[in-house]
């Protein structure tokens, strides 16, 4: 928890969050393994299980919205019930990953290939922290071409975007999971393209004069956040044994 936290100190997450430490194990009991994913679902706490990992660490919280029973009716109640009886802790590390300098929005710029990062909307913390990130392309690009070589790089079998006016794209501006709140941060900051996981129908009107707007997908857009859970944790522990999941989460399909 201090090596994940160290990186993106829970101060960081949004006041409607829930990030941290989920359900727990005792002082005296050992890691035997860390399981990393980006959803908890029942599979997940069986492959923990399977694999010999009683630690699972997670981008979104399995805790999100207070439980007023465990009866089993939901899937987050039986993750509970099933994590506790098999002694397997959950961490999570949601929008304070989100908004630390390298995290998950840094994780999206670097894949793209955008330099001279910045935050689109900085936060006033006592670390460089803020919300989604803005960077430029090494050189232009016609909106087919950057569209195409978004969704070759992230997986994405259905991508989403607004008309195509002929712009060329070098101002990125991005925001992985639900972003849609900084689209005025982009069109400010003088964005060709906006990128993010999902956002509301209705905030793509008006704007096609203004930049690209493009979803990729809540889970495509998040989905190396285990890529920075695996390189923190393996700096700090490189005896500690560390396992991506081999589980899609992706509760979305595509025909």
Known sequence: M???????PLPLQDGFDNAGLQIGLTEEQEVTGALLCLDVTEAIVDEAE???CNLIVAHHPLLFHGLKSITGKSYVERCVVKAIRKGIAIYAAHTNLDNA????????????????????????????????????????MNEQDFLMRIKQLFDIRCLRHNT????????????????????????????????????????????????????????????????????????????????KTSLNTNPINYL
């Open 101 to 140: 300098q390298g995290g998950v929005n840094y994780r999206i710029a670097d894949t793209i290939g955008l330099t001279n990062l910045q935050f689109l909307d900085g936060k006033d913390a006592a670390v460089p922290a803020g919300a989604g990130v803005i960077g430029e392309l090494p050189e232009a």
């Open 2 to 8: 201090d090596a994940l936290e160290q990186y993106a």
């Open 50 to 52: 399977r694999l010999g």
């Open 164 to 243: 195509l006016t002929g712009r060329k794209i070098r101002r990125v501006a991005l925001c992985g999971g639900a972003g849609g709140f900084l689209l005025s941060n982009a069109i400010a900051q003088g964005a060709d393209a906006f990128l993010t996981g999902e956002m509301r129908y209705h905030d793509y009107f008006g704007h096609d004069d203004e930049l690209l707007i493009a979803e990729m997908g809540h889970y495509e857009s998040e989905q190396y956040t285990i890529d920075i859970f695996s390189k923190v944790l393996g700096a700090r522990f490189p005896e500690l044994k560390i396992i």
